[in-house]
């Protein structure tokens, strides 16, 4: 089963393409916080995503860097040659599938989540 879940910040603002087809799809970093025993220094790990279409659009819409988002993806590996040390390189992107807005109310430590699209597609990354 290939399910990953992430809950963590946005690390820059989220980078849309208009494909030919005329669908979405968004590129987007996250940090999230491991756990660690120097509570000074926490361990931070980043995260890229990519949504497709109607999730595409919502993401680019709705949140913008610093935002706090959860996953739920599923992982890929990219596989490349790069063009100057001629190297096969890897990279593990992770798809969203589902993702909600999670948002952090000034006046009290409760949390406030709003549920957004699933999408299904099962297209290549860019």
Known sequence: MNICSFLGKLTREPEIVKLNNGKSVVN???????PSKNQ???EV???DCVAWEKT???IYKYFKKGSR?????????????????GKN???IKFIVQKFWYVDQKSNSQEEQYASFA?????EEIL
């Open 40 to 42: 000074e220094k926490p």
């Open 89 to 91: 390189r890897h990279k």
């Open 56 to 58: 595409a659009d919502l």
């Open 45 to 47: 790990t980043f995260i």
């Open 69 to 85: 988002i959860l996953v739920h993806t599923s992982a890929k590996t990219e596989s490349w040659t790069d063009k100057e040390t």
């Open 28 to 34: 987007f970093c996250i940090s999230v916080r491991n």
């Open 118 to 122: 699933e999408d299904e597609s099962e």
